[in-house]
T-cell receptor, first 118, second 116 residues
Framework: AQSVAQPEDQVNVAEGNPLTVKCTYS??????LFWYVQYPNRGLQFLLK??????LVKGSYGFEAEFNKSQTSFHLKKPSALVSDSALYFC????????????????FGTGTRLLVSP | NAGVTQTPKFRILKIGQSMTLQCTQD?????MYWYRQDPGMGLKLIYY???????DKGEVPNGYNVSRSTTEDFPLRLELAAPSQTSVYFC???????????????FGEGSWLTVV
């Protein structure tokens, strides 16, 4: 079964510093990977996804993620953190239910809370 | 630009009561999903639907029912509410894709449900 792991429950970073939120994956076949962000009392917002192509994926709000096949990782990064980036971040991997019809569902990690201090 | 709309946003239920969480999307997406989010557990799939009239169980379907009479609507029903169903519920949708598909799944704002 497809799965992702987010090893850190919380990441603390000072405003202006670079941030990294870690995600590792375990899949059979090619991985389709996603990052979502959840602000307090809000739904999940799509940030970016990796399907194929360049290992560095650029997304919304200045975020990017680096796909590393040898390390089975898909870490979320931002060069300069903002206080407004404080939120809960979820990594997810596509899981295809048999038979393969093009339908997909997402399997989520447990989430990482990012706290950016002023 | 509505996207996926869920109602109600907050609800308190007594044990044994029933209720329906409403979900509608205006993006003409064939695929719709219900997830629940529990602290430290990520999101778990409850039910999903690949089109009107077609639904199937996800990872945690017990205690819930769904229907899909139209492309737009995908209500989730709790028949006999239990404290274990206290959670945040998210409806989501996506469009069909070719095989394999990497289409983005879009989420609603969530429904916070407490069973007491």
């Amino acid at each position: 079964a497809q799965s992702v792991a987010q090893p850190e429950d919380q990441v603390n970073v000072a405003e202006g510093n670079p941030l990294t939120v870690k995600c590792t994956y375990s899949v059979s076949g090619n991985p389709y990977l996603f990052w979502y962000v959840q602000y307090p009392n809000r739904g999940l917002q799509f940030l970016l996804k990796y399907i194929t192509g360049d290992n560095l994926v650029k997304g919304s709000y200045g975020f990017e993620a680096e796909f590393n096949k040898s390390q089975t990782s898909f870490h979320l990064k931002k060069p300069s953190a903002l206080v407004s980036d404080s939120a809960l971040y979820f990594c997810a991997v596509r899981d295809v239910l048999p038979p393969d019809t093009g339908f997909q569902k997402l399997v989520f990690g447990t989430g990482t809370r990012l706290l950016v201090s002023p | 630009n509505a996207g996926v709309t869920q109602t109600p946003k907050f609800r308190i239920l007594k044990i044994g009561q029933s209720m329906t969480l409403q979900c509608t999307q205006d993006m003409n997406h064939n695929y719709m999903y219900w997830y629940r989010q529990d602290p430290g557990m990520g999101l778990k799939l409850i039910y999903y639907s690949v089109g009107a009239g077609i639904t199937d169980k996800g990872e945690v379907p017990n205690g819930y029912n769904v229907s899909r009479s139209t492309t737009e609507d995908f209500p989730l029903r709790l028949e006999l509410a239990a404290p274990s169903q206290t959670s945040v519920y998210f409806c989501a949708s996506s469009r069909p894709g070719t095989v394999p598909s990497g289409n983005t799944i879009y989420f609603g704002e969530g429904s916070w449900l407490t069973v007491v």
